[in-house]
């Protein structure tokens, strides 16, 4: 299946498609185009769109695009609601609010530097979001014990 966002990926569409291709589509194909013309091409070429004002997957209700694709999906693995709260805090500007926010806006920043295309981008921080998930899976396996 096809998804298509805004081009110049950072947090949110960094980790959306990491979410998507773990969790929700494996087939998952990503299509980064200008934000004016996310709509027509979501229509022309049948992809979901996210991470776009209006739509479905986007931000609703002060929570990121990651948030709304959980919700959407009914994910509700507690390690990646931990990854979620990270996630929603840095994009949204929460930093504050959660203790990992800063550094993954600090990565996101660094990543958008070393590799400004979108595609590299992407494959180059997954490896963020499998060591973040990871992290997560271990601190909820020592809360349950």
């Not at 209700?61 to 990854?83: N, Q, R, W």
Request: aromatic content about 12%; proline content about 3%; charged content about 25%.
């Amino acid at each position: 299946m096809k998804w298509v966002t805004r081009a110049h990926v950072h947090v949110d569409r960094v980790a959306c498609p990491w979410l998507i291709s773990r969790f929700v589509d494996n087939d998952a194909e990503f299509v980064f185009v200008a934000s004016d013309i996310v709509g027509r091409v979501a229509e022309e070429e049948w992809a979901t769109p996210f991470d776009v004002k209006g739509v479905e997957l986007g931000h609703r209700d002060g929570h990121c695009s990651f948030v709304s694709i959980m919700e959407k999906y009914h994910l509700d693995d507690k390690a990646l609601l931990h990854l979620a709260d990270v996630v929603n805090a840095a994009d949204t500007d929460q930093l504050d609010t959660n203790p990992y926010a800063r550094g993954l806006e600090a990565l996101a920043q660094g990543f958008s530097l070393m590799y400004p295309g979108d595609t590299d981008n992407l494959e180059a921080q997954f490896a963020v979001y499998d060591a973040l998930y990871a992290f997560f899976r271990l601190k909820v396996a020592g809360e349950s014990t």
